[in-house]
C-alpha cells in the first residue's frame, strides 16, 4: 500500500478505530483544561499581580492551553513537529513523533523536498491519535525573526487547512540551544497575534511542555498575556 493509499485510509478512521492502533495512552482535547480552567484551578498558586503585557480579549483564554506530557498522545487536529531540514527524522520530539507514526510518515516525508528553517510543512498522522503532523524546522541558537517564522508557518497551514486544534512543543529548546524563557515570549507573541486576527479559525492552540521549568515559564507568561483577575 503507498503511503497515499495509507494516509487517507488513517483519515477516514473513526477516533475509536485509531486509538487501537496507538499504544500509548491517547488524550483527548476535552481532557485538556483551556487555560481560563488551568487558571480558576490553581489561581493560589500563579503571580496574580502579574501585569498584562498587552491588552488581550479575556475569550481568547478559552481558546489556549497549557499541558505537560507526551505530544505524541494528543487525539486533536495536528501536533507540530521540530523536525530537521530533511523531514526524516531524528532525536528528541521528533524521533518520537516518526516512531509513534510509523513508517508511512518517513515516506510521505521524503517527497516534501525537506524544509527550511522558519518553513512549516504538513502531513499525516498516520498511527498516531492526531490526523496531520505539521513539521517545522526551528534555528539554532537565538534567533526570534526566525523563531517566530516557525510558528507563523505553522498556524498558517492550520488556517489554510481548516484545522480547528493544534498542539505546538517547545521549538528549538534543548539541543538547538534556544533559551527557555526567550522561546516561550516568542511563542506567546506570535500565537497571541495569530488569535486576534483569527479568533474564529481556531478551537485551541496548546502549548505542550515536558519539562517541569517550562511549565512553569509558560504559567507565568499566559498569566501575563491573558490576565483573568
Known sequence: MSFVEEKNKFLAMSSEEKRKLFKGQVVSLDKISTWTEFWK???????????????VDSELADKVSLWQGDITALEIDAIVNAANSSLLGGGGVDGAIHRAAGPSLKKECATLGGCEVGEAKISGAYKLP??????????????????????????????????RSVAFPCISTGVYGYP???AAKVALDSVTKFLVENKDSVDRVIFCVFLESDKDIYTGLLQKYFCLE
Do not use: F, M, R
Open 180 to 182: 527557555q524563557a526567550a
Open 130 to 163: 492526531s490526523k496531520y503532523v505539521i513539521h517545522t524546522v526551528g534555528p539554532k541558537g537565538e534567533k526570534p525573526d526566525k523563531l517566530q517564522e516557525c510558528y507563523e508557518s505553522c498556524l498558517s497551514l492550520v488556517k489554510e487547512n481548516n484545522l
Open 41 to 55: 484551578s490553581n489561581k493560589s498558586d500563579i503571580d496574580a499581580t502579574s501585569e498584562s503585557i498587552e491588552p
